[in-house]
């Protein structure tokens, strides 16, 4: 008998901006926010709402810039998610200061942050690029 362990499920992507960087990264980012706001101290329910809030517009106005047909409204939609992205980032810097998670994970969660922060700037500037004259 073989133990060979049943092989994964690949499931299918759907939608455009599944198959983007910048959405698997914003997706993998929510799932470190939760770890980090698990280690909030109770008190902390507007930083955790925040922070959640946060976190789940950056991934959603990626999915809905991306699969937006008007130029315009995909910049803005980008340029949300952008922000979203540096919201978040300020709220792990204040849990940072204030040592209410553990350092590595904050570590982890800014530096992918930076990644899609710097991914989404240069999708807003090509998004630019790309309007009507």
């Avoid at 499931?11 to 706001?37: G, P």
């Avoid at 939609?77 to 980032?89: D, V």
Wanted: charged share 30%.
């Amino acid at each position: 008998m073989s133990s060979a362990a049943p092989a994964p499920l690949v499931r299918q992507m759907y939608f455009e901006f599944e198959k983007l960087d910048v959405y698997q990264a914003a997706l993998e980012f929510i799932v470190l926010v939760d770890e980090i706001l698990e280690q909030l101290p109770a008190g902390y329910s507007r930083r955790r709402n925040q922070l959640r809030g946060s976190a789940d517009s950056i991934a959603d106005n990626i999915a809905e810039g991306v699969g937006e047909f008007a130029a315009k409204e995909r910049r803005r939609f980008l340029r949300i998610s952008r922000r979203s992205s540096l919201e978040a980032a300020s709220q792990l810097l204040v849990i940072q200061k204030q040592k209410q998670a553990e350092a590595a994970l904050l570590d982890r969660a800014l530096r992918l942050l930076h990644r899609i922060v710097s991914m989404l700037t240069k999708m807003c500037l090509q998004a630019e690029d790309r309007r009507p004259t």
